[in-house]
């Protein structure tokens, strides 16, 4: 319950969570537009005005250094009314998108929070190294502005995509272990994010992750190990197969010459006992 004191309501609230921006505060059926400006601006000015629904499109957070590096190949965004503890959601259809769906909890209440998905050409500027495995798709996916994809902020987050099943057999990749991973920027290392795979269905293997932080991303696929071993059996099976045919080939080869061997000692040795038997008969 809000104190009144000579006629005035006394609220505080912290915007410090908060982005740049105009919103709408009512009170006792009563509706004012108050615009937030940066912490290093004066404060908030009201102004009169009616109350304002959410809004779907618009633009990203900034520009990222994959944009300036001409590293993005198509771009995805939608902007998100969020309320404190309530689960907000988004579905993506642009098709050269792989993230087909977003789900996450805020931490706060926020008239606009901009989601920016950039499909890239290559492995992002903002990493080192590229990740371990067979990459289908690099991505950064950007949530709020700078400062807000916190974990207090973002809870529960899901996201949904899909990998071409023709590239998962192209590539030997085992359908099971298509993955996504984030970089994570304090240990300059990528991480693997739980990824469950759903099915396959008219030539698209369906996935979900559950990321608990935002930005480089990227789907990869690791090769059916089982696959490789069975392939290599084939392959040193018949080299086997030579080896035993030519070791029998060689014992073979070696009996008849053991045997000429033999009656060569035995002959000239028979023979020696003969001649001195008959001498000495003389």
Known sequence: EIPVKEGRYEFKYSTTSM??????????????????????????????????????????????????????????????????????????????????????????????????????????????????????????????YEGFAVPNNIKDAILEFNVNAAWIEENNIDSQKVFMKHYNSETDKWENVPTTYIETRDGIAYYQAEPDSFSPFAIVGMEDKDTQISVEVMDTDPEHSYEDNASHLKRTMLTPNLITLILGLIIPTGAFAIYRRNRNKE
């Open 19 to 144: 982005p740049e921006g105009d919103f709408t505060l009512t009170i006792d059926g009563e509706t004012k537009t108050i615009h937030l400006n940066s912490l290093s601006d004066d404060a908030s000015t009201p102004s009169d005005s009616s109350s304002s629904g959410g809004s779907s499109g618009g633009s990203g957070a900034g520009t990222s250094p994959d944009k300036d590096a001409k590293n993005v190949l198509t771009t995805d965004f939608a902007n998100l009314r969020v309320f404190s503890g309530t689960p907000v959601e988004h579905h993506f259809e642009r098709t050269a998108n792989p993230v087909t769906y977003i789900k996450f909890t805020s931490g706060v209440t926020a008239k606009s929070v901009p989601i920016t998905i950039e499909v890239l050409k290559q492995t992002s500027e903002l990493v080192k190294e590229t990740p371990q495995g067979t990459v289908y798709k690099n991505l950064n996916i950007w949530v709020g």
